[in-house]
């Protein structure tokens, strides 16, 4: 980009699991969510990217099922995170162990990085 060009806000709809792996991907290149969708579709060369293939996606059909359904447990307990933080601002006291829950959601988060890293 030439230093004088000023940047221009672009929107961008995703479903809540695109928005996920967005995230994760990013996050696992070391990059800003901008960063990575700006390089992706500039087709500039990211460190997750690898040699062409010949299908889609770089993951095994059954890992990407699976790693869908992780994303979709991602959604739930972000939900659920959202619902227990607005109930302790109320008064209420959640039902719910925070270093359960955090472990859980850590374990979830490991459980993806390694679906990322499954070879054919």
């Not at 995703?14 to 990013?26: C, F």
């Amino acid at each position: 980009m030439n230093k004088k060009e000023t940047r221009q806000l672009f929107s961008l709809r995703l479903t809540p699991s695109e928005r996920k792996i967005i995230e994760l991907k990013a996050s696992e290149s070391g990059m800003k969510i901008s960063e990575f969708i700006r390089n992706a579709a500039l087709k500039v060369s990211t460190p997750l990217e690898k040699p062409p293939r010949s299908s889609k996606s770089s993951l095994p059909q059954i890992n990407l099922q699976a790693y869908r359904q992780l994303v979709g447990i991602a959604n739930n307990l972000n939900q659920i995170t959202r619902s227990w933080n607005l109930a302790l601002k109320c008064g209420y006291s959640p039902t719910l162990d925070p270093k359960k829950f955090e472990e859980l959601r850590e374990l979830l988060q490991q459980i993806a990085h390694q679906l990322t890293q499954i070879k054919r």
